[in-house]
């Protein structure tokens, strides 16, 4: 484990925070549940400091993040760079009112002809189109375990040796209204055996890995995360295009490996979550609230003939 070896703790943060400071003071009240701008700072501060010239960013949401990142690369005087935005939903999954990516037209209409947004698909769908030489990535988009793992599997075969992966919501699962889920991110940061940094914040959001100098170097790692215990099924439409890309990129075996992974932890997901299952806990839940409801009226009426 080599945690800030690049960058040392609060680094990314200060040279991020002017940035972000100015930026936050033009947010459009609708880009809630977004990136807070403890967060911002610290990817804002990655931007400038990599100045990378091919970013792609998977579950964009309103947009507000591309509106960060690709301020902090004007502000680091980065020219000739390209964003991609790749969402599954055509729609802000908050407010349906407004479109994916609308941040991005509202906040920052010149950066626009920078930005291409492809929406409707996974990114295992899109990664061939957008090509290689990716030297910055940021995964946003489903927290659940094994998401951000499959996000970083479709982007490996095209980032450049030592670029970044930004990664958010890394301890979104301590939260109590989360009831301890969405450990996606948390799990592949805290696995990850390379170079890393994260914010500041206490329990840090914000957090990003270094790609070794041989990407596919990463994928046993990424292989044996897939069999930590899945916390909801992925749709066989999802897990076709990736086997195909890492077979094709990376040879029969590992897309042979990938496979039997996801066999295995849709399998156990789906026996965790089984409708015998639920049936069962909701008839638990029945007999639960049947013997409360005895046990309050036998009370009751112990209460009125003591009363008496």
């Not at 960060?68 to 991609?84: D, R």
């Not at 980032?159 to 939260?175: E, F, I, M, Q, T």
């Not at 849709?266 to 979550?273: E, R, S, V």
């Amino acid at each position: 484990m080599k945690t800030f070896e690049q960058f040392s703790l609060g680094e990314l943060d200060t040279i991020g925070r002017p940035l972000t400071e100015e930026m936050y003071r033009r947010r459009p009240a609708w880009t809630v549940a977004s990136i807070s701008h403890y967060d911002a700072a610290f990817f804002a501060g990655l931007a400038m400091a990599l100045k990378p010239k091919k970013i792609v960013e998977v579950g964009v949401a309103s947009g507000w993040g591309s509106v960060i990142i690709m301020q902090a690369l004007e502000a680091a005087g980065v020219e000739g760079y390209n964003y991609f935005g790749v969402d599954i939903a055509e729609r802000f999954f908050y407010d349906a009112n407004y479109a994916t990516g609308q941040a991005v037209e509202e906040v920052v209409p010149t950066l626009a002809p920078r930005y291409q947004l492809l929406t409707g698909r996974a990114i295992a769908e899109v990664a061939p189109e957008i090509g290689g030489n990716i030297d910055l990535a940021f995964i946003d988009a489903h927290h659940m375990h094994p998401w951000a793992t499959l996000d970083l599997l479709s982007l490996l075969p095209f980032l450049v040796p030592g670029s970044w992966v930004a990664l958010h919501d890394l301890n979104l699962c301590r939260k109590t209204d989360q009831e301890h889920r969405n450990r996606g991110p948390k799990y592949l940061f805290d696995a990850w055996d390379g170079d890393k940094a994260h914010s500041v914040e206490t329990p840090t959001m914000a957090g990003a890995i270094r790609i070794g100098e041989k990407p596919e170097e990463h994928l046993p790692l990424l292989l044996d995360l897939l069999h930590t215990p899945w916390e909801l099924p992925v749709e066989q439409r999802f897990i076709a295009p990736l086997i195909d890309l890492l077979t094709r990129r990376f040879g029969a075996e590992v897309g042979e490996k990938f496979k039997h992974a996801a066999e295995v932890g849709n399998y156990l997901t789906n026996k965790m979550h089984s409708q015998d299952i639920d049936a069962l806990a909701a008839e638990i839940g029945r007999l639960r609230a049947s013997a409360t409801r005895r046990v309050s009226g036998f009370l009751d009426r112990f209460s009125q003939k003591r009363g008496r």
